[in-house]
């Protein structure tokens, strides 16, 4: 292997490939985990923003905070680059043009397991405390209310049957099995499922609604006004997929009025969101923080040994994006 590769040869090391993993940009959880990479692999950093020099990476890894867009890719191919491989360090990908990674023969792939249970976990812990009503008991009980005579009311439900959005993805799937070991009703929506159901179906069916798939050209607010008049009134709606799936405005606006029974939002159209604003007995939201856990870091940091190492090995690098249309689940 010498430069006529697209490698240059490491100062001193004769014979040996000069190999770069750039990280353009880390999230604050990521900081000071590096992984322990093969040997000849250079590890570089750099902030947020275009100053990175991304003609030196074979590998470019990126956080849903990094944007690689059109405008990027002719310093990321050759003559001025020789990147490889774009792996983002998410479950989803809308943050990266995969059709001109594609065009100029760059692979780009995700992680979607390195959240996957915190994230089915996140949803499922959303969709009971707003089907038990928790927000409006808890509400009770800061007023100094013993409201148990307030129940029928308040109209706590168990789960019935449960809309999955996104079901044939890592997340989906097992968002689906846990419903399942719940007793709950599941109906699976998901264009690459030979059986799935139609969203229409999926909607006017469903006690809840939950959203696990990608965010690409054609599905932004997927559920808008007309969508959600479709679902039962009084039904719950949760979000930990990507904000602009939802029209947020309107689900803010069928919840008030009783059409929506609960909403759980992990994720918004802008972001960092007004969450002051969004404060209601009957809505759950969290920062964007579906994803996390304590081992998050390490998990991520795994999972770019893991790709590089397949990289240079000649094998598949995992969970690569072969698609970038709509039809597609995280």
Do not use: K
Not at 95 to 123: E, F, K, N, S, Y
């Amino acid at each position: 292997m010498d430069e006529a590769d697209g490698f240059r040869l490491a100062p001193g090391c004769y014979g040996r490939p000069m190999f770069t993993v750039l990280r353009w940009g880390q999230a604050e959880y990521e900081r000071g985990l590096d992984p322990a990479l093969p040997a000849g692999v250079t590890l570089r950093t750099a902030p947020l923003g275009d100053g990175a020099p991304l003609e030196d990476a074979d590998v470019l890894v990126v956080p849903s905070l990094q944007r690689v867009e059109a405008r990027h890719v002719p310093r990321l191919r050759p003559p001025l680059g020789r990147c490889r491989l774009v792996l983002t360090t998410t479950s989803g990908f809308d943050h990266v043009d995969v059709g001109a990674l594609r065009a100029a023969g760059i692979a780009c792939a995700r992680m979607p397991l390195v959240r996957r249970d915190a994230v089915v976990q996140t949803a499922l812990g959303m969709i009971l405390a707003l089907t038990r009503r928790f927000g409006l008991l808890d509400a009770a009980a800061a007023e100094g209310r013993w409201a148990r005579a307030e129940l029928p009311a308040i109209g706590a439900v168990n789960l019935g049957t449960v809309g999955v959005v996104g079901a044939a993805g890592v997340i989906g799937s097992r968002m689906c099995a846990v419903l399942e070991a719940l007793g709950a009703r599941v109906l699976r929506c998901d264009p690459a499922l030979r059986d799935g159901v139609p969203l229409a179906a999926v909607l006017e069916a469903s006690d809840v609604v939950t959203l696990h798939c990608a965010l690409q050209d054609g599905n932004a607010r997927l559920l808008d006004a007309a969508a959600i008049a479709r679902m039962p009134r009084g039904a719950v709606l949760v979000n930990t997929a990507r904000g602009r799936l939802l029209d947020l405005e309107a689900a803010l606006h069928a919840l008030r009025g009783g059409q929506l029974g609960g909403l759980g939002l992990d994720v918004f159209p802008r972001e960092p969101a007004d969450v002051a604003a969004l404060r209601h007995p009957r809505v759950i939201v969290t920062p964007h923080a579906a994803g996390w856990h304590p081992g998050l870091g390490d998990s991520v940091s795994a999972g770019v040994r893991v790709a590089v190492e397949a990289l240079l090995a000649g094998e598949d690098v995992p969970w690569q994006v072969r698609t970038d249309t709509a039809a597609v689940s995280v």
